[in-house]
């Protein structure tokens, strides 16, 4: 039912105490590990609360900016040349003073059916995305301390991601019914 030319996979899921240990867990196997990461990935660190779709969306525009053909001219494209070449922590702070940006997230919050919460409202449902970027998976999540590559995809983004949703956030908290995926594919 998923279009074939699949760009990237958002996660929405409630945070739990299962998933914060697993999570906190794999951050340091990966610290002690280490692992490969694309050059060309496109990462930034949240400092705003409650950003965190906007994060995922950042990550998965960003991430295939070429592919959608964004404008170099549009706000996102502007803010996407901004943080060429900056550290994941540059680059969040770069969206903190994203003034365009802001303004098109809070009319677009304003246009939808549900209140967006504010940016200091306690929440526990999260916004993540996966993308494939030279071949490999990667869960990007502006809260964390860096990109995860969970390895090559064999060629199908979605299949890689669902697999990944399962093992190490569904299979986590399996009495939750809380997690929502959604495709951004190219028409």
């Given at each position: 039912?998923?279009?074939?030319?699949?760009?990237?996979?958002?996660?929405?899921?409630?945070?739990?105490?299962?998933?914060?240990?697993?999570?906190?867990?794999?951050?340091?196997?990966?610290?002690?590990?280490?692992?490969?990461?694309?050059?060309?990935?496109?990462?930034?660190?949240?400092?705003?609360?409650?950003?965190?779709?906007?994060?995922?969306?950042?990550?998965?525009?960003?991430?295939?900016?070429?592919?959608?053909?964004?404008s170099p001219e549009s706000p996102?494209?502007?803010?996407?040349?901004?943080?060429?070449?900056?550290?994941?922590?540059?680059?969040?702070?770069?969206?903190?003073?994203?003034?365009?940006?802001?303004?098109?997230?809070?009319?677009?919050?304003?246009?939808?059916?549900?209140?967006?919460?504010?940016?200091?409202?306690?929440?526990?449902?999260?916004?993540?995305?996966?993308?494939?970027k030279d071949g490999d998976l990667?869960?990007?999540?502006?809260?964390?301390?860096?990109?995860?590559?969970?390895?090559?995809?064999?060629?199908?983004?979605?299949?890689?991601?669902?697999?990944?949703?399962?093992?190490?956030?569904?299979?986590?908290?399996?009495?939750?019914?809380?997690?929502?995926?959604?495709?951004?594919?190219?028409?």
């Open positions: 039912m998923v279009p074939p030319d699949r760009l990237a996979v958002t996660l929405l899921y409630q945070t739990s105490k299962n998933i914060r240990k697993f999570k906190e867990e794999q951050q340091k196997e990966i610290e002690a590990t280490g692992q490969k990461l694309s050059p060309d990935l496109v990462y930034l660190k949240q400092f705003v609360g409650n950003a965190c779709g906007t994060i995922a969306c950042l990550h998965c525009l960003g991430n295939n900016s070429q592919v959608l053909g964004l996102i494209g502007k803010f996407l040349e901004n943080i060429k070449g900056k550290t994941p922590k540059e680059a969040g702070l770069a969206l903190v003073d994203a003034t365009d940006l802001h303004s098109a997230s809070e009319a677009s919050a304003r246009g939808g059916q549900t209140a967006a919460p504010e940016a200091t409202a306690d929440v526990d449902a999260h916004f993540i995305c996966f993308i494939e990667y869960e990007l999540d502006g809260n964390k301390a860096f990109p995860i590559n969970h390895g090559p995809t064999a060629g199908d983004l979605l299949a890689a991601a669902a697999q990944v949703i399962k093992a190490k956030f569904m299979d986590q908290d399996p009495e939750s019914v809380h997690f929502n995926m959604m495709a951004l594919v190219k028409s």
